[in-house]
């Protein structure tokens, strides 16, 4: 399986999805009006992934802003690699803020209450 990487616009993240380390990076902002559209290619290559995935994948985000949309399209993504807890695999989800972000915080905690992976919430 191919990685996938998308660069960084001003309203779109960094996107780095290696399927031989297993490492999926996603940083920057994330203020597209259509972020389904942007981050649909992100949930096909990972759908694809959790057929052969690694015995471990390590999930970093590091946003500095990101808007309702994009908060829509990452719980999905989120949601699909808590599959792979059913699998017996290992899922290391860490996500990065700065201190200062309060409301990022707030979002964090937010996706903490939905889902049933273990994050790693690091300033």
């Known amino acids: 399986m191919e990685s996938f990487q998308i660069e960084a616009t001003n309203t779109t993240p960094y996107v780095r999805l290696d399927a031989e380390t297993g490492v999926l990076d996603i940083s920057g902002i994330s203020d597209e009006?259509?972020?389904l559209a942007f981050y649909f290619p992100v949930i096909q290559w990972i759908e694809a992934y959790l057929l052969h995935p690694q015995p471990e994948t390590t999930l970093n985000l590091r946003f500095k802003y990101f808007n309702t949309a994009?908060?829509?399209a990452l719980f999905e993504i989120i949601k699909r690699l808590e599959v792979l807890l059913k699998q017996d695999k290992q899922l290391v989800f860490n996500w990065y803020y700065t201190e200062e972000d309060e409301n990022l915080k707030e979002d964090i905690e937010y996706f903490t209450d939905l889902t049933n992976i273990p994050i790693n919430v690091i300033s």
Do not use: G, R
Request: aromatic share 0%; glycine share 0%; charged share 35%.
């Open 33 to 35: 009006q259509d972020a």
């Open 70 to 72: 994009s908060s829509k």
